[in-house]
C-alpha cells in the first residue's frame, strides 16, 4: 500500500474517491462521470437515495459496463424501515437495474436503524454477496460494537461514516479500521475545522484549504479514502491533487 492507493478487494484505487449526492442525469454529467474516470478517480460513492435515483442512473448510462479500474460504491437503507430484508432487496434490485450491471462492487447498509436488527438488514446483504450480486459489503455511521456484529455474518471491506477535521466523533473507529483492514471512507471530508493553520499551512504548501484537509484526512490514517462531492472537473483535479501534498508532523499536529 502506497500513499496514493488503496486496495479494495483485489482493486487498487486512487485514495481521493467522487461523492455523487447532487449527480443528476444530464449529458454534461454523463460526460463529467466518464472524465473523472480518465483522471484517475477509482472510487465513485452514490446511494439509492441520491437526486432520487438519478445519481446511480447516470453512473449506470456513463460506466456500464464498469471499468475494472472502478469501483462503484452504492448504499441502501437509508430512512427508517428500509432496513429491513423485504425493503433492502427491493433497494438492492432497483440499484443494480440502474447501474447497468449485474454486480455492486461494494453495497453500504446505509444506516442502522432500532426498527430492524442489524443482523436481518446485514443478513440480507450477505444474501446477495453470496448470491454473486454484491461483491463488497460495508457499513455507514457505525461504531466498532456494530461493525464487529456485523462482520460475524460477512466480511466487512468498508465503513463510511461522517468524519472531517472539525467533526472527529469517530476516532476509534477510524483506528480500529486501520488495525482490521477496513477501508475507512469519511463523508463530508471538506467541512470546516483547522482554524488559522489550514489556512497558513495552505498558503506554505501553495494550496487551497480544501487541498489541506483532505492531506490531513490521508495523513491522519493508512485506510483514509475521503469523497468529496462535486460537480467541476477543476475541483475534481484539485481534489485528486491533494494526494502530492505531504504533510510536515508539525503541520499534521497544528491541524489535529
Same mark, same amino acid.
Given at each position: ?8 478487494? *483485489? ?30 478517480? /477509482? ?8 437526486? /432520487? ?39 438492492? *434490485? ?10 455492486? #462492487? ?23 454477496? *453470496?448470491? /454473486? ?16 456484529? &456485523? ?23 477510524? #483506528? ?25 499551512? &495552505? ?11 483532505? &492531506? ?32 510536515? #508532523?508539525?503541520?499534521? *499536529?497544528?491541524?489535529?
Amino acid at each position: 500500500m502506497n500513499n496514493t492507493t488503496l486496495r479494495i478487494g *483485489d482493486t487498487d484505487v486512487a485514495r481521493i474517491g467522487l461523492g455523487t449526492n447532487r449527480l443528476t442525469n444530464t449529458p454534461e454529467n454523463i460526460a463529467f462521470i466518464r472524465e473523472a474516470v480518465e483522471l484517475g478517480i /477509482g472510487m465513485i460513492d452514490t446511494a439509492y437515495t441520491y437526486t /432520487g435515483g438519478q445519481s446511480e442512473q447516470t453512473i449506470g448510462e456513463s460506466l456500464s459496463p464498469i471499468p475494472e479500474s472502478c469501483i462503484v460504491a452504492t448504499k441502501g437503507g437509508y430512512a427508517p424501515g428500509t432496513g429491513r430484508p423485504e425493503v433492502l432487496r427491493t433497494q438492492i *434490485d432497483e440499484s443494480l437495474r440502474r447501474l447497468k450491471t449485474d454486480e455492486i #462492487d461494494l453495497y453500504y447498509l446505509h444506516r442502522v436503524h432500532e426498527d430492524t436488527m442489524l443482523q436481518d438488514s446485514v443478513g440480507t446483504l450477505a444474501a446477495y454477496h *453470496d448470491a /454473486g450480486k454484491i461483491r463488497h459489503v460495508g457499513l455507514s455511521q457505525v461504531g466498532i460494537d456494530q461493525i464487529e456484529q &456485523a462482520r460475524e455474518i460477512v466480511p466487512i471491506t468498508a465503513v463510511q461514516n461522517h468524519y472531517n477535521l472539525s467533526e472527529r466523533g469517530r476516532d476509534e473507529v477510524v #483506528d480500529h479500521c486501520a488495525r482490521e483492514g477496513i477501508v475507512f471512507v469519511p463523508y463530508f471530508p471538506l467541512k470546516g475545522g483547522g482554524g488559522r493553520a489550514v489556512d497558513e499551512i &495552505a498558503e506554505h504548501h501553495g494550496a487551497t484549504a480544501a487541498q489541506i484537509r483532505l &492531506a490531513w484526512l490521508l495523513r491522519r490514517s493508512p485506510a483514509t479514502l475521503p469523497i468529496p462531492g462535486t460537480l467541476s472537473i477543476q475541483h475534481l483535479k484539485e481534489n485528486l491533487a491533494a494526494m502530492e501534498i505531504e504533510l510536515t #508532523d508539525a503541520e499534521f *499536529d497544528a491541524l489535529s
